[in-house]
């Protein structure tokens, strides 16, 4: 059974920073596309970056470049995002997504995160 539980969301003031976790189970992680999506109150879900199986590649949407990293632990089944210099217009619910093997999609619950003074 495959499981993605993501974790770190919270309440940040603008300027500040938030680290989620995507923790994997049920499929084989180490030869996945992980995937960083969010998706805010009335809009459609965006992507916000992915990482290549191996952590070499990565893509951002041009609303974060510069400001949030992905990275991987295939060792520990997890991927990250690291989020600086948030702003309000960040708020939203941020998901996990992977493939599997079999090439059907996967997502996790979400983690909220919400920028507000």
């Known amino acids: 059974q495959v499981q993605l539980v993501e974790s770190g969301g919270g309440l940040v003031q603008p300027g500040g920073s938030l680290r989620l976790s995507c923790a994997a189970s049920?499929?084989?992680?180490?030869?996945?596309?992980m995937r960083w999506y969010r998706q805010a109150p009335g809009k459609e879900r965006e992507l916000v970056a992915a990482?290549?199986?191996?952590?070499?590649?990565?893509t951002y949407a041009d609303s974060v470049k510069g400001r949030f990293t992905t990275s991987r632990d295939n060792a520990k089944r997890t991927t990250y995002l690291q989020m600086n210099s948030l702003k309000p217009e960040d708020t939203a619910m941020y998901y996990c997504n992977a493939y599997d093997s079999w090439g059907l999609e996967h997502w996790g619950q979400g983690t909220q995160v919400t920028v507000s003074s």
């Open positions: 990482i290549g199986s191996a952590g070499r590649s990565t």
């Open positions: 049920g499929f084989i992680f180490s030869t996945s596309v």
